[in-house]
């Protein structure tokens, strides 16, 4: 195979190293607003919504990116089982990172909170007003976000596994973009 499909493209990269830090912050930032009481809580709440529809817009690009751009492939060396279940993760990272924000955005509709995005921008209310599904979806949105932050520990166990311990190019191949063999 061509060195150009042993690596992810540069979109796919530039992608994935932009959400990174950005899902990363997210995920403390949502721990932060359920475990703190103090005045930091409204800072964090203004930070997390539009932050969330940042990760959903950007999601979105990085999907289309996916769809439309060739993934290099596994080592042939990794056992299948492995192989399914590091595509099955991938896919279940996208479906999280689509559902987290817009979980997140119909809860606060349900419940009649604004989504403010900055100065006078708001999002319109994707859901009706009612407080039993409000209380539903702020359980899925916690349920989800546990999900989220479960999945990026495996993510970069994998990761740092493959980069630091294989060195069989899977890690350099979003890192680098080199071709696999010259980690």
Do not use: C, N
């Amino acid at each position: 195979m061509s060195a150009e499909h042993r690596h992810f493209s540069p979109a796919a990269r530039f992608f994935h190293w932009l959400m990174a830090p950005l899902v990363i912050a997210m995920l403390f930032i949502g721990v932060g607003m359920v475990a703190t009481l103090s005045s930091w809580h409204q800072t964090l709440i203004a930070i997390h919504k539009p932050l969330g529809i940042a990760i959903l817009v950007l999601v979105s690009m990085r999907f289309i990116v996916r769809l439309t751009h060739r993934t290099p492939p596994l080592p042939d060396d990794m056992p299948r089982w492995q192989q399914h279940i590091a595509h099955l993760s991938h896919w279940v990272f996208y479906a999280l990172l689509f559902a987290m924000p817009l979980v997140g955005w119909s809860m606060l509709s349900a419940g009649g909170f604004p989504v403010h995005l900055f100065g006078s921008v708001y999002l319109p209310p994707i859901a009706p007003q009612d407080v039993r599904l409000y209380a539903f979806l702020r359980s899925a949105h916690t349920t989800l976000g546990l999900l989220l932050f479960a999945t990026f520990l495996a993510h970069l166990g994998a990761a740092m596994f493959h980069g630091l311990i294989k060195r069989d190019g899977v890690f350099s191949s979003m890192a680098r973009g080199r071709a696999r063999g010259h980690e």
